[in-house]
């Protein structure tokens, strides 16, 4: 008895705490949002440098990208390995 | 005058057989409905203990060091194709090789923009780096990675499931997972499974030792560029003397500096491993829900991932090895 609800406690808070990491997630989305729109923007103004504003773009989301990564690893941590 | 002439309208064979495939597969899902693998995040050893040394542990031959070797394996494959294609003296050259000598050609401008004089010597790490990523990251997309390899007993919490012959080869049986009827096994019963190939980059050996090459070499490179003055980048005493204040400032800087080298293997290692962790992941999930036409659509979206993260990775090696040879002098210039 004591054992079940130990069990159930344990799953429950992996789960509560894998969908709190993901919460982290909603920094890198605004940060995507503001650099591909930032680009547009540049690109619409200056459609010759349309190349380089790209590369830069995808660099740019890569780095914002990175901050959400950790806090999907850290979920997946949460769920796979613990 | 058209000089190109259009070609004309046909009915192929390929879509006949993936629409053929399709249509197989429909049956096959009913026939055996997929279910959610055992996700895992260490890589599962595939074969016995190799060798013990004393301190680091027992070595085994992993499912993901495997696939590396088979990456480095078509790498060589590639590289020795391009050679016959150059040799062969044809000016423009075609197919595979072709291909490749447009990404080549794509990445060498990248880095002669960036680098300047010293895209030489950058741009090979660069490249390697690149075409192994790329490599590792496809590799995904091959059917029987992740889903071919050896069958054995859950344990601890891992959830089983049943299993059934289909096959005897040589009097190994050959099995598949198939879904149990009503009520699911329940944990540490049943049988899962170890593919013979797990995506390399799947494993934080892969990232964080090619995240450790980079920032290494970045360094050397740095003092190649720069002698010993480059650690002055990090241990800074120029204005520490001179203007007492803003030397001390500018000396936890240098530290900081130290710690941001540090902090780079983490965020390289991380960003590679969790994308594509995330997307084979995405794809049991997927593959367990709708087992038809949706893993297409997920697999068109990983093929993309795999290219952004080869060349993210690659273009950030190139973006630090070339601040690393630049140094101070133009910094100061700014200021």
């Not at chain 2, 709708?290 to 973006?319: D, K, N, R």
């Amino acid at each position: 008895m004591v054992g079940d609800i130990v069990v159930a406690a344990t799953i429950l808070g992996k789960l509560i705490g894998a969908g709190l990491a993901m919460v982290g997630v909603i920094g890198g989305g605004i940060g995507i949002g503001v650099v591909s729109g930032g680009a547009v923007q540049a690109m619409g103004r200056n459609p010759d440098a349309a190349g380089t504003i790209q590369t830069n773009m995808i660099l740019g989301i890569a780095f914002a990208e990175a901050t959400a990564i950790y806090a999907l690893v850290v979920a997946l941590l949460i769920l796979f390995v613990f | 005058m058209k000089l190109e002439k259009s070609r004309s309208w046909r009915w192929g064979v390929n879509r006949w057989i993936i629409l053929v495939l399709v249509i197989l597969g429909v049956f096959a899902a009913r026939a055996y409905p997929p279910i959610l693998p055992h996700v895992q995040l260490p890589a599962e050893a595939i074969t016995g203990r190799l060798f013990t040394l004393p301190v680091i542990g027992d070595f085994y031959l992993s499912n993901t060091l495997l696939a590396t070797l088979i990456g480095d394996v078509l790498l060589l494959v590639l590289a020795l194709v391009i050679r016959r294609a150059i040799r062969s003296g044809e000016l423009v050259l075609r197919g595979v090789a072709g291909a490749v000598e447009a990404l080549m050609e794509a990445l060498y401008s990248m880095a002669e923009s960036t680098a300047g004089k010293w895209a030489a010597t950058i741009f090979p790490w660069m490249a390697a780096i690149v075409m192994l990523v790329l490599i590792s990251n496809w590799l995904e997309l091959i059917p029987g990675t992740d889903s071919i390899g050896l069958i054995h007993h859950a344990e601890g919490t891992a959830q089983g499931y049943p299993v059934q012959e289909i096959a005897r080869v040589g009097g190994l049986p050959v099995v598949t997972i198939v879904k149990p009827e009503g009520e699911a096994a329940g944990e540490g019963e049943g049988y899962i499974l170890a593919p013979f190939v797990r995506v390399a980059s799947t494993d934080l050996n892969f990232t964080i030792s090619l995240a450790v090459i980079s920032v290494v070499m970045s360094q050397i490179v740095g003092i190649r560029a720069l002698g010993l003055s480059y650690f002055t980048k990090f241990l800074n005493f120029k204005t520490f003397f001179s203007r007492p204040l803003f030397g001390v400032i500018d000396f936890g800087v240098g530290l900081l500096e130290l710690i941001s080298e540090t902090s780079k293997i983490l965020s390289f290692g991380f960003r590679l491993f969790g994308n594509i962790f995330a997307g084979s992941v995405l794809l049991f999930v997927i593959g367990s829900l709708i087992p038809v036409f949706a893993q297409s659509a997920v697999l068109l979206f990983e093929f993309f991932i795999g290219l952004i993260q080869a060349l993210i990775f690659g273009m950030l090696t190139l973006v630090f090895m070339s601040q690393a040879t630049a140094g101070h002098a133009h910094e100061e210039a700014t200021h």
